[in-house]
Nanobody
Framework: QVQLVESGGGLVQAGGSLRLSCAAS????????MGWFRQAPGKGREFVAG????????DYKDSVKGRFTISRDNAKNTVALQMSSLKPEDTAVYYC????????????????WGQGTQVTVSP
């Protein structure tokens, strides 16, 4: 069992930066791939970034490549999403999630989810 709690969301102007954090409970955290997803009003939940159990492999949605960076610290049971050059279209609720095995882009592959944190980017 893994419990996930996100933090770090907020309101930022376009071009600004935010750092999201996800704190995990449970001794098996380091065995899970972790992902960040987002969901804007009226839209489905979409993959943003993922990282494998070791931190050695990452994957990003095309529109955030070069702007967002995912990282993890298995000693502290945390995963982070550093977001820069934010755009209004990045506005959404952001969720972290844990998957057994590899990085997946499909949300159905993730077994544990946090409650989400709101990110709002003003023009």
């Amino acid at each position: 069992q893994v419990q996930l709690v996100e933090s770090g969301g907020g309101l930022v102007q376009a071009g600004g930066s935010l750092r999201l954090s996800c704190a995990a409970s449970g001794r098996a955290f380091s065995s899970y791939a972790m992902g960040w997803f987002r969901q804007a009003p009226g839209k489905g939940r979409e993959f943003v970034a993922g990282i494998d159990w070791s931190g050695g492999s990452t994957d990003y949605k095309d529109s955030v490549k070069g702007r967002f960076t995912i990282s993890r610290d298995n000693a502290k049971n945390t995963v982070a999403l550093q977001m820069s050059s934010l755009k209004p279209e990045d506005t959404a609720v952001y969720y972290c999630a844990a998957a057994r095995g590899a990085i997946y882009r499909g949300p159905a592959n993730y077994v544990y989810w946090g409650q989400g944190t709101q990110v709002t980017v003003s023009p």
